[in-house]
């Protein structure tokens, strides 16, 4: 298809109608001259006759422009007008935002370069426009087109979301359905023309809008006025954006404020709270400290470090504290003909348990140095001794008192003799290898609080001594502490280890004994009580 611009096709109909128009001029004149001449030099018989050809002529031609005139009519009809009306429809079409419901062979039907320009600048706009309308529906804000008197003639998607009414029940209603409550601001708002005017528009008027419930939200209106080229006002926008959830925040951030405080002051009191924590901590620390320091102090001063030795006795000992500082405490005495053994356990833990395993030692030192000056003591009296000592620590709101059993292995008389108060009964297999116990009467050591007994009278008992014999003394934590279960390691279980390891090496029995019973406990498990054990074997004559 060639290019046709509309210059074109006036030009051409120009020149038709110039053509046609010559035509007709020429006609007229002809019929003018053949008259004059004809009145001159034809008499009037043959001048009638003359016109009557020139009419039937004329009539001809008259016929023959007529239908070139309808021919040409028809082209101009078809070249010029249908699309000039097509034009206008799509025009319209545009206007109705409704092109692409036009024919496609309408559309097609576009011959001139103009109309085409045309079409694709009116597609433009309808595009543009459908675009201004999309981002207008998907604005979070409510927003409407009034026209000069405040009718409402366009609410977007948000405007009928939050108002809960539809496009038809809000088109063509005044603004003020909205404003049931704010007429004046309203009113104020619509005719303000000279603000408009100077400034071209009004922002943030506080209003309550009512949806279609009668339910009141408060809004911020924005408003612009819309004038045309000419500066003839064509309408209003207005754009309402939702202080319902700036309200919300602002009391959410109110409450918000409200249970940091309330944080804050908890805060304040568990800081006062860990830092009285951390300071009751570091006390425990420097206490724990201090007893660990007395109790290396009590293993290295008051308990064998060596094992001790005989020629006629195989003997070894040790203790575990359940605390830093333990309560438990033995010795031994070799002389030549004998050889004492001495367990004990002193009530509690810590400093004040520490405090009496050094008076008994301070004692204990005593008794050593007076049977090596010869002296006779006898293993009850020792113990008198040692209640004596411990009685003396006491007063009436503290006690101090230790259970403890006292053994001497007299090889001259060929006797063991012993004496107990209040202690665990050590455990002895003989020749016939069955455990049995040495058993024997006594109160605990020292000031033992209301029921105080003064002149306590400890039970002495002696058996044969034969050689081979097996003795395990112990303290009541090896039997009384507890794994996860809650289940004591227990007297059973002890007699069946010794059944099963008596004729091992004393250290060797003592080393297997502890790894038994501390698996029994559970690995890592703190102690409840201190565990001494002090085994003694009578090497055979």
């Known amino acids: 298809m060639s290019a046709i611009t509309i210059e074109d096709i006036i030009e051409k109909w120009t020149k038709n109608l110039t053509s046609l128009l010559n035509n007709l001029y020429g006609f007229v004149s002809l019929i003018i001259v053949i008259g004059i001449i004809a009145n001159i030099l034809i008499p009037n018989i043959v001048f009638n006759i003359l016109i009557i050809i020139i009419i039937i002529i004329s009539g001809f031609f008259t016929f023959f422009m007529a239908q070139k005139t309808q021919a040409l009519i028809r082209e101009w009809h078809e070249e010029f007008s249908n699309p000039t009306q097509k034009l206008l429809q799509t025009i319209q079409m545009v ?83 909205l404003f049931p409550h704010a007429e004046s601001l309203v009113d104020y708002y619509l005719e303000l023309e000279i603000q408009f005017t100077t400034q071209g528009f009004v922002r943030d008027v506080e209003v309550f809008v009512q949806t279609s419930e009668g339910e009141l939200l408060p809004f911020s209106i924005n408003g612009v006025k819309i004038e045309s080229t000419t500066g003839v006002l064509l309408g209003y926008t207005m754009i309402a954006k939702n202080q319902a959830e700036t309200v919300r925040l602002f009391n959410q951030v109110n409450k918000s404020n409200y249970e940091l405080g309330r944080a804050n002051e908890e805060l304040a009191k568990r800081y006062d709270q860990i830092k009285k924590e951390i300071e009751e901590k570091e006390g ?149 290898k069955k455990v049995e116990t040495l058993i024997a009467s006594g109160n605990r050591l020292g000031n033992i609080g209301a029921t105080r007994i003064d002149n306590k009278v400890f039970e002495k008992k002696e058996i044969p001594l034969l050689g081979g014999e097996f003795i395990l003394f112990y303290t009541d934590g090896l039997i009384e502490n507890k794994n996860d279960k809650d289940e004591e390691y227990g007297k059973r279980r002890l007699r069946k280890f010794i059944e099963k390891n008596y004729t091992k090496a004393s250290s060797e029995f003592i080393s297997l004994l502890l790894q038994d019973s501390l698996e029994f406990y559970g690995a890592g498990k703190p102690l409840e009580d201190d565990i001494t054990v002090v085994v003694t074997r009578i090497k055979q004559p």
């Not at 009116?122 to 087109?145: P, S, T």
């Not at 333990?326 to 005495?333: A, K, L």
Request: charged share 20%.
């Open 95 to 177: 206007s109705l935002q409704k092109l692409d419901l036009l024919p496609e062979e309408q559309l097609n039907s576009f011959t001139s370069e103009s109309h085409l320009k045309l079409l694709e600048v009116a597609r433009g706009i309808l595009e543009h426009q459908r675009f201004i309308d999309q981002v207008v529906d998907n604005m979070f804000e409510m927003m409407f087109l009034l026209n000069q008197d405040g009718i409402i003639m366009k609410a977007n998607k948000s405007a009928c979301e939050t108002t809960h009414f539809s496009q038809s029940d809000l088109i063509g209603q005044h603004i003020r359905k």
């Open 284 to 432: 425990q620390r420097r206490t724990l400290e201090m007893e660990l320091a007395t109790s290396q102090l009590v293993q290295k001063t008051f308990l064998p470090q060596i094992a001790p030795e005989h020629d006629k006795i195989d003997c070894a000992g040790t203790a575990i504290p359940a605390a830093f500082c333990g309560g438990d405490w033995w010795n031994t005495i070799t002389l030549k003909d004998k050889f004492y053994v001495f367990i004990a356990d002193v009530t509690g833990h810590g400093t004040a348990s520490a405090m009496v395993t050094a008076a008994i030692s301070g004692y204990f030192v005593s008794v050593k140095s007076k049977l090596f000056a010869g002296e006779n003591l006898d293993v009850d009296d020792i113990l008198s001794g040692f209640d004596t000592v411990l009685s003396s620590m006491g007063h009436s709101d503290v006690s101090y008192n230790m259970t403890c059993f006292s053994c001497v292995f007299d090889f001259e008389k060929k006797v063991i003799r012993f004496a107990n108060a209040g202690h665990n009964f050590p455990l002895i297999v003989r020749e016939d």
